[in-house]
């Protein structure tokens, strides 16, 4: 009985892997690290059932075949071998976890040191900024979106076009590219999910925390070593404000953005709280985005009202893995569930925007469409081309400059630091802000001239400038 127990726990593991490689993408152990530290409150429920799905049947029937063969054929002697037969069990699934999460890479990396912060890391503190105007920014997040789901023609991977009205957006404004089509930025380590690479673009970091005992919590300090651009534009006079449509603790990003900018933080429970959302509402993670862009719209009014030039970040959610989240307003237009919801969004972007447009305020506003990062639902990837480059989506409208070669770029999200600034006017001294580059700048990227492999192998490395000087964790927190 015990070598069978051993091992359904066996094929729970391998199913559990194989599912969270093809619904989280989940391969290397830093983002794994990195939310076993932190707060994971909000977490879609449906994230567990599609887990226990996909796993514990299959696990149970495998277990059950496996047991039947154990006991029905010649194998039965087996169960005389118990003790060896559970350790070659249990050495077995130990080198799958070690391969697929790459541990004994990651453990190298510990040991190796970088100077990559001491020799190309910008302070933006000592960093002289002119702000020869104060322009508005809106900037929105996009959940997953990337520029694969383009038709091939425009730039993506796709026979359907998923984003049309996204890749419109780009043909008409800026869209930093790697190639002549609409592109994007090559994906960092410590910049694969929605916080990191919010810290990316607005800290020009990666975010690479280390295993700890000491669990984090919504009071903790976060990354206080750093600069942002919300503490730039707050220090200009500027009113923060971001949205989204979960709970903002889960991922401390509620940590990031209450103590780099003093953002007034809408989410789930604030909204519940001030009478915006009924007191029982709840879907997917929190709410839908259409409610996102509404209440997004009621904010700006506000805020426009103020005197004061503001920065509004929304955050979308509805593209999340594993299949979306199909709302009131998505067409079924295609077999796939993921691929409808991804085209609402694309739809419901562009009016947001348009809507935008037509305000009194946008005259004098720059609008960030950036994709957070690579969609992690590998299973709706098949038949790409081998050479494919996915890149997370962006575009850049109403920008108060032009720059000087937005394709064929080698960049990384944390080169959008310097770049949001840029697009608002901010006269940037060396066009360098924490390891980012200004794009619209002539400036050369750190991935330009050290390469995107030397890179991302240095962020791996331990470094001690970016535990005491960028984390900076104080005790008791």
Request: overall charge negative; glycine content about 6%.
């Amino acid at each position: 009985m015990s070598l069978i127990i051993i091992l359904f726990i066996v094929m729970l593991v391998i199913f559990s892997i194989l599912w969270g490689n093809r619904t989280f993408s989940v391969k290397t152990l830093n983002q794994m690290i990195y939310h076993m530290v932190v707060p994971c409150d909000g977490t879609d429920e449906g994230i567990f059932k599609d887990w226990f799905v996909n796993c514990f049947p299959p696990s149970l029937i495998t277990t059950i075949i496996l047991g039947v063969l154990l006991y029905k054929t010649p194998l039965v002697f087996l169960f005389d071998y118990q003790g060896i037969c559970i350790t070659v069990l249990i050495i077995g699934i130990l080198l799958y976890v070690l391969i697929n999460y790459q541990i004994i890479t990651y453990v190298f990396d510990m040991v190796r040191t970088s100077k990559l912060y001491e020799e190309h890391y910008v302070d933006p503190k000592s960093v002289d900024l002119e702000f020869n105007e104060k322009r508005n920014l809106i900037h929105i997040y996009l959940e997953s979106v990337e520029n694969t789901y383009l038709s091939k023609e425009e730039g993506g991977q796709e026979e359907n076009n998923y984003i049309e009205e996204l890749g419109i957006l780009a043909n008409e404004n800026i869209n930093f590219s790697h190639n002549e089509k609409i592109g994007g930025s090559y994906t960092i380590e410590g910049t694969q999910w929605t916080i990191a690479s919010m810290v990316g673009q607005e800290a020009g970091i990666p975010l690479l925390f280390p295993l700890s005992k000491d669990k984090y919590n919504e009071n903790s300090s976060f990354l206080s070593g750093c600069y942002t651009i919300g503490e730039i534009l707050e220090k200009q006079g500027y009113q923060n404000r971001i949205i989204m449509g979960s709970e903002a603790n889960f991922g401390c990003t509620s940590n990031f953005y209450k103590q780099h900018g003093n953002f007034k933080i809408e989410d789930i429970n604030s909204l519940k709280q001030e009478g915006r959302l009924p007191q029982d509402y709840h879907v997917f993670w929190g709410f839908e985005d259409a409610k996102v862009f509404e209440f997004a719209k009621e904010d700006l009014i506000e805020m426009s009202q103020s005197g004061q030039p503001f920065c509004m970040e929304l955050v979308t959610i509805d593209t999340h893995t594993p299949d979306g989240y199909v709302c009131e307003h998505c067409k079924h237009e295609y077999d796939s569930q993921y691929a409808n919801v991804i085209r609402c969004q694309s739809r419901q972007v562009e009016a947001f925007i348009r809507w935008c447009q037509q305000q009194e305020w946008y005259e004098n506003t720059t609008i960030v469409i950036t994709g957070d990062h690579k969609s992690m639902s590998e299973k709706f990837f098949k038949n790409l081309d081998k050479n494919y480059l996915r890149t997370p989506y962006n575009c850049f409208i109403n920008s108060a400059v032009k720059p000087i070669q937005p394709k064929n770029r080698k960049f990384a999200i944390f080169d959008f630091y310097p770049t949001i600034l840029a697009s608002l006017g901010v006269k940037i001294k060396g066009e360098h802000l924490g390891l980012g580059t200004n794009l619209f700048s002539d400036e050369k990227t750190l991935l330009e001239k050290y390469g995107v492999k030397k890179i991302n192998s240095e962020v791996t490395k331990y470094s001690k400038f970016y535990r005491d000087i960028l984390i900076r964790k104080r005790k008791g927190v």
